[in-house]
């Protein structure tokens, strides 16, 4: 994995301001990372309820095999800047009116 360099002036042309772009940023990681959470735990919860008699490791396998691939996922924060950038992210100030 190799270090990529964010166009901070990209992100401040979308807002208008720096600051305001990593709050939107923020709650959009937020926002991705609890949908990941969810699925995961969906994922997961299949095991839930077998007794540790019924456990065996080609179960232990797909447990840590589920999990392993959560990992490998992009991280919330970089999904959240690469929709920035891609200009996919919808976003409005509050009391601000459409049209």
């Known amino acids: 994995m190799s270090i ?6 990209a992100l401040r042309d979308q ?3 720096i600051y ?6 923020s709650k959009r990681a937020r926002q991705l990372a609890a ?3 969810v699925e995961l735990d969906e994922k ?6 077998f ?14 095999r589920v999990s392993l ?7 919330s924060t970089e ?11 919808f976003f409005r100030h509050p009391g601000q009116t459409e049209g």
């Open 44 to 49: 997961l919860s299949y095991f839930e309820g």
């Open 79 to 89: 999904t959240a800047i690469g929709e920035m950038i891609r200009e996919e992210i």
């Open 20 to 25: 305001e772009a990593v709050v939107i940023l």
């Open 15 to 17: 807002t208008g301001n």
């Open 69 to 75: 691939d959560f990992e490998k996922r992009a991280k």
């Open 51 to 64: 007794g540790p008699e019924v456990e065996d490791a080609r179960m232990l396998e797909e447990q840590a």
């Open 4 to 9: 990529q360099t964010i166009d901070l002036d």
């Open 35 to 37: 949908e990941e959470k």
